[in-house]
């Protein structure tokens, strides 16, 4: 069975850092080497937005109001993405998702909650 678990998630003050990381369990090294994992958000009441993608080991994509703050990264060996969040702002507040591509379907992990206080 593959499947995704986020961590990393916590109460932090604006202006504070945090880092997520997601492990894709279950999923063999060249399956995982070829997807393209992201980072997702859901904030209360507003529809779940990409934070940040990543493709092979170096091209990468952002969410404008994220940029220059966040870095997204992965460990192939580990299977692992991360996301390094700095200068965190009240309105990074979400749950934020692990996802990917696998065997044709969207795989999601189940959230770690970022609360930034202001």
């Known amino acids: 069975q593959v499947y995704l678990v986020e961590s990393g998630g916590g109460l932090v003050q604006a202006g504070g850092s945090l880092k997520l990381s997601c492990r894709a369990h279950g999923m063999i090294l060249s399956v995982f080497t070829s997807n393209t994992p992201a980072w997702y958000r859901q904030a209360p009441g507003k529809e779940r937005e990409l934070v940040a993608s990543?493709?092979?080991?170096?091209?990468?994509n952002y969410a404008d109001s994220v940029k220059g703050r966040f870095t997204i990264s992965r460990d192939n060996t580990r299977r692992s993405v991360y996301l390094e969040m700095n200068l965190l702002e009240a309105e990074d507040t979400a749950v934020y998702y692990c996802g990917t591509r696998y065997s044709g379907k969207d795989l999601w992990g189940p959230g770690t909650q970022v609360t930034v206080s202001s």
């Open positions: 990543i493709i092979g080991g170096r091209s990468t």
